[in-house]
């Protein structure tokens, strides 16, 4: 199936981009694209939308994000978390009132330390989704049990699921779904190489058959230092550096190296003004939280559409360390504290700039985790609970089907591992709608769709 | 998801862990092997030299098996050949481990229970100027293969349970895997970077053994995900799994029952002792996992010894482990043919014994796809050196030295401002890159060639890597200096200088074009002075290692 997608996909996209015959055979592998991309300016879209990815790597522990709050929930929870529950009465701030009720009653919690959600989620600007994660095809527990559907690749596997989540592929995948989206968006922007941008760590998720994922730290882009003034006093030596780093070369590692670094110079020119001409929005970004700074940098190169060209963006920030098959008590408060702080100053920062309804946000995981504990953590899962802010967020309520808080529920398929009710699939098909992807095109961006009859959530307007 | 067996233009799918080459990517394979054509019918190893290594071979060749090409090795490989100088470096002794080094420096001290202070300073120093430069070399690949990093480390005496974990996979380097595992597994670091240690039995509550030891040790320290041939392919043409979630749920109980031996407050000593037994929190019914069954009689200890040796007999473990040291050391993508020879060599040292890391090691270095000189069809050999070889590479081929002793030489991850990459500062449990990794977009991805240092090569650390190299090679990094006093001498003379830096950092790699930009450069350079000509050298040196030709290593 994934190899006859990629095929198909590449097939699709050197038939229907007669632009592609325009810019040369050279075009995926170039620089830029920015002929491509002035080219098609003529259908572009007048308006700017983004998306951003917040990964969460390690697997973030649902089951403490997204807490049972109604009484006999509550004590279930308890009983199964034992040393790793918190306390019932620390969530009574982070309680959450839906606009549209849970069944049977049920009451859901954040975390404590996110009262930034919480803000957001009251305002109607985020919601939360629940259970969600990888599927082949709707999946029922009595299927799985019996091994007659197919199931995703490696599940439980972080570098897999990661892959899986980010690409539909397992680990060796070449392109991911931002990504994906990111190619049928290319002639949107003047400037291809600012469509997929990455602040964080190599994702294959911003990858796809000709976006490129453009890389750059939180601090923002990096000049070459020798270019700016002589090396050891040479002037010559500035000018052979440049030569050197930028000469392709018949071997492709050397020459992807070149690539590289031409398309790092070239980009490091361009944003590096554009960031200097656009001032970065008020909003105060904590400048010790690690995600917060990667959303001050997307909130300032936001400001910065307009000189960058940038009509159609996808983001991509993540943070690290939700592997907590041990020290869940004392380290998983901080980590959700930062995610949700760093959300929250992010959509004040689109507020701010005017572009909360075309912005869009959201989380993601390998995977969520056992609900039984370990004695001081959790080990991994599948389903999890996930959050997407922003204006055209249909907040302030839960989507999806909240699963029984119990080992060997309806849902759980050993130790509290969830079953996901809503596919990643129907997730990024939503996102990906939102963002102008069409009905036709959208197996393009998620080649297994096609196994899901709902293929827009209806929480984004 | 089938893996088809004919080739495809874009194979990706199930290389997933990539232990192995996919089916579908043999084809690719054989033009991308190190070998450059060594497919399934290569030649057998090449046997012992009648004709001694030349100046450029023997460069080439410690580019592989040490950091760096430095005079005294150069000119010892070329008098005694590969092999003999491959021995020399087995018998060669450790020097003063980490740990000790740093209980010397006097951080024993209260105020470093809770730092790393002194780890990566002492990491630094052996691998820059310990003599035994192939165990150094390999030291360093084990700790990309079996990896505890500083960044998941939340006990007491951090920084000494770091230097420890060090001086194990240096002690076991040129030993047997077997004993590898069973001191990686028993570690205080690995105990609670995978958090075996104070794992326990399950209770009536439903508190259930944590299972991250046993998953990643099967995962990334043994087998891998899918099942294969000797050769790293596929066995079978699919990919079947190696294990199950019952096989973790098994094996984690299994590994209930462990702790650190010895730990105190006052001083670091528990972190060098490997953990020990406790029987109360030991889950005592039986377990059933690779084919192998555990009594409920047995004791954990004998448990825990069975569970490794059903792991270390499992065929995969030649080809999986076999195959990242090729990538470490030699080269991305060897062929299936090289593998298998490696992987025959790790069944059977020729003495019977399995795991023998003495004899794979040797087989690794001194075989026909890693020894053939390379051509310029070979558009796909080699590998990309990554960040901290190239940084050691560098120190030690200009013998850099640290006047104080202290080797202050920082966390180098920085991907922005220094490497993005340091030693035991790998980001996860999955190391700084994956050994499957497929360069997207490019002609690398479209040809389906793994090459996982690009992994961490972004627009960002290609930046780095010039800025944060050229104020090194003009001064060392804190108080270390470079000796380039070798150098001098050629500094007025533009075309021997660059000659010579050519050999030593590129083994002769630099094309005609790369030599002639530098050159130029450097002969519209004074050379009236001493310091002028110092200048002449440095640049050299900088130029090159920002040349393509010097980054990967062919």
């Known amino acids: ?461 | 998801m089938e893996v088809s067996s004919e080739p495809v233009e874009q194979p990706l799918s199930e290389t997933a862990q990539s232990p192995g080459l996919v089916t579908a990517l043999a084809a690719a394979a054989s033009l991308a092997a190190c070998g450059g054509g060594g497919g399934a019918d290569s030649p057998a190893p090449v046997p012992p030299p009648t004709v001694l290594p030349t100046a450029v071979e023997a460069s080439r060749f410690l580019g592989q098996a040490a950091f760096a090409a430095t005079d005294d090795h150069l000119a010892r490989v070329q008098a005694v050949g590969y092999a003999a100088w491959i021995d020399e470096q087995l018998a060669q002794p450790r020097t003063t481990g980490h740990y000790d080094t740093m209980i010397a420096a006097g951080l024993a001290v209260a105020s470093n229970e809770y730092t790393f202070t002194g780890t990566d300073n002492t990491l630094w120093r052996k691998l820059i100027s310990s003599p035994d430069v192939l165990r150094q070399r390999v030291t360093l690949a084990l700790s990309e293969i079996f990896v505890v990093s500083m960044l998941g480390l939340p006990l007491s005496w951090r920084g000494f349970s770091a230097a420890a974990y060090m001086d194990v996979l240096e002690a076991n380097a040129f030993g047997n895997y077997r004993d590898l595992l069973q001191a990686v597994t028993l570690s205080p670091a690995m105990g609670t970077y995978l958090n075996l240690r104070g794992n326990q039995k399950g209770d009536a509550s439903g508190r259930q053994p944590d299972e991250n030891y046993a998953r990643e040790v099967l995962q990334l320290f043994s087998i891998g995900l899918v099942e294969l041939n000797p050769d790293g392919t596929l066995r079978g043409g699919v990919a079947t799994d190696t294990y199950t979630q019952d096989t973790i749920t098994n094996l984690a109980r299994v590994f209930t029952g462990w702790e650190f031996d010895g730990f105190n407050h006052t001083e670091p000593s528990y972190t060098i002792k490997p953990m020990v037994f406790l029987a109360s929190r030991f889950d005592t019914g039986s377990k059933q996992f690779l084919g192998t069954t555990i009594a409920s009689t047995v004791d954990g200890v004998t448990a825990m010894k069975l569970a490794l040796d059903t792991i270390a007999a499992h065929p995969n473990v030649g080809p999986f482990i076999g195959r990242q040291l090729i990538q470490r050391l030699v080269c991305s993508q060897p062929s299936a043919a090289y593998v298998g020879r490696v992987s025959a060599v790790w069944a059977n040292n020729g003495s019977g014994v399995r795991g023998d890391l003495k004899a794979v090691i040797k087989a690794i270095l001194l075989d026909s796809e890693a020894r053939r000189a390379p051509t310029s069809a070979d558009t796909t050999r080699g590998k990309l050196r990554e960040p901290v070889q190239r940084l050691v590479q560098w120190a030690r081929t200009f013998k850099l030295s640290s006047p104080t002793g202290l080797w202050n030489i920082p966390d180098t991850s920085d991907p922005s401002t220094r490497l993005g990459q340091s030693p035991l500062r790998a980001p996860s449990v999955f190391n700084f890159f994956r050994p499957g990794y497929v360069p997207p977009n490019s002609p690398l991805g479209t040809l389906g060639v793994q090459a996982p240092e690009f992994q961490i090569t972004n627009e960002s650390t290609v930046v780095a890597w010039a800025n944060f190299m050229q104020s090194t090679v003009f001064s060392g990094l804190g108080e270390t200096r470079p000796d380039y006093s070798a150098e001098l001498p050629l500094a007025a003379d533009a075309a021997a200088l660059v000659a010579r830096i050519n050999l030593l950092l590129a083994h002769g790699a630099l094309g005609a074009d790369t030599v002639a930009t530098i050159t130029q450069a450097i002969n519209s350079m004074s050379a009236s002075n001493d310091n002028a000509k110092l200048n002449r050298v440095r640049a050299a040196v900088f130029l090159v290692l920002c040349a393509p030709e010097y980054l990967v290593q062919v």
């Open chain 1, 1 to 461: 199936m994934s190899q006859a997608f990629q095929r198909s996909t590449r097939r699709a996209f050197l038939q229907r981009s007669s632009l592609m015959s325009m810019a040369g055979a050279a075009a995926p592998w170039a620089l830029n694209l920015a002929t491509l991309g002035e080219a098609a300016a003529a259908g572009a879209p007048t308006d700017y939308k983004a998306l951003v990815c917040l990964f969460m790597y390690g697997g973030n522990d649902h089951g403490n994000t997204l807490i049972p709050f109604d009484n006999s929930n509550y004590a279930a929870y308890q009983r199964i978390r034992g040393a790793v529950a918190i306390p019932q009465a620390n969530l009574a701030a982070t309680a959450l009132t839906p606009t549209v009720a849970l069944p049977d009653a049920r009451q859901m919690a954040l975390a404590p330390t996110m009262g930034g959600l919480k803000t957001l989620f009251d305002a109607g600007r985020m919601g939360v989704l629940l259970n969600v994660g990888t599927l082949i095809q709707p999946t029922t527990l009595a299927q799985y049990k019996a091994k007659s559907v197919p199931l995703p690749p490696k599940l439980f596997s972080h570098n897999d699921q990661q892959s899986v989540w980010q690409s539909s592929l397992p680990e060796g995948a070449t392109s991911g779904w931002g990504g994906r989206i990111g190619d049928l968006l290319l002639s949107s922007n003047s400037q291809s190489t600012f469509t997929c941008i990455n602040v964080s760590s190599n994702a294959v998720y911003m990858s796809g058959q000709n976006a490129v994922q453009y890389q750059v730290g939180s601090g923002g882009p990096v000049a070459v230092r020798g270019f700016g003034a002589p090396i050891y006093g040479s002037a010559a030596c500035s000018t052979a550096l440049r030569t050197l780093m930028t000469t392709t070369r018949p071997h492709l590692m050397q020459a992807e190296h070149v690539r590289i670094a031409a398309r790092a110079i070239d980009a490091q020119a361009a944003l590096g003004s554009a960031l200097t001409t656009v001032p970065a929005p008020a909003t105060v970004f904590d400048s010790s939280n690690p995600l917060a700074t990667q959303l001050a940098l997307v909130a300032h190169m936001i400001a910065a559409r307009s000189p960058l060209g940038a009509k159609r963006q996808v983001f991509f920030v993540s943070m690290g360390g939700f592997d907590l098959h041990d020290f869940m008590p004392s380290k998983h408060p901080g980590l959700l504290s930062q995610v949700s702080d760093a959300l929250k100053s992010f959509y004040d920062a689109t507020v701010e700039m005017g572009v909360a309804n075309q912005v869009t946000a959201f989380t993601a995981s390998d995977f969520g985790r056992t609900l039984a504990n370990n004695g001081d953590g959790s080990d991994h899962g599948w389903g999890s609970h996930h959050f997407v802010v922003g204006g055209a967020v249909q907040g302030g309520r839960f989507w999806g089907t909240l699963p029984q808080t119990a080992v060997n529920g309806t849902e759980d398929v050993g130790q509290g591992r969830l079953l996901p009710t809503t596919s990643v699939d129907q997730m990024a098909a939503t996102l990906a709608t939102w963002m102008g992807v069409s009905a036709t095109d959208l197996p393009l961006v998620v080649p297994g769709i096609g196994n899901f009859s709902q293929r827009n959530l209806g929480w984004l307007a």
